[in-house]
């Protein structure tokens, strides 16, 4: 088992910034792909941002330009530096990550999520 705890979460004026972390533990095991996702009152969770192994990373478009996922494999931390915030990046936004044992395949774990309100 792996657990994911958020934090970073809060009330921001639009404009302002947040950064999200999120700490991965447990045993034995190594993130593969890890991710943001959001989900804002009445709408389905969606993608935000992945970051795999390599580095490489994936974001929608809505927050190109704004938002940087990063990771610290020594921790298995993922992070979200959220700049120029908008009312419509309000949601509970959630960490994701893939994660091997070491056997064939992999299992996907997600965070209870952390909150994120952006007031106009």
């Known amino acids: 088992q792996v657990q994911l705890v958020e934090s970073g979460g809060g009330l921001v004026q639009a404009g302002g910034s947040l950064r999200l972390s999120c700490s991965a533990s447990?045993?034995?095991?190594?993130?593969?792909?890890m991710g943001w996702y959001r989900q804002a009152p009445g709408n389905e969770r969606e993608l935000v941002a992945t970051?795999?192994?390599?580095?490489?990373?994936n974001y929608i478009d809505s927050v190109k330009g704004r938002f940087t996922v990063s990771r610290d494999n020594a921790k298995n931390t993922i992070y979200l530096q959220m700049n120029s915030l908008k009312p419509d990046d309000t949601a509970v936004y959630f960490c994701?990550?893939?994660?091997?044992?070491?056997?064939?395949?992999?299992?996907?774990?997600w965070g209870q999520g952390t909150q994120v309100t952006v007031s106009s």
């Open positions: 970051i795999a192994e390599t580095g490489n990373t």
């Open positions: 994701n990550a893939d994660v091997s044992f070491g056997g064939p395949g992999s299992h996907n774990y």
């Open positions: 447990g045993r034995a095991f190594r993130p593969m792909t």
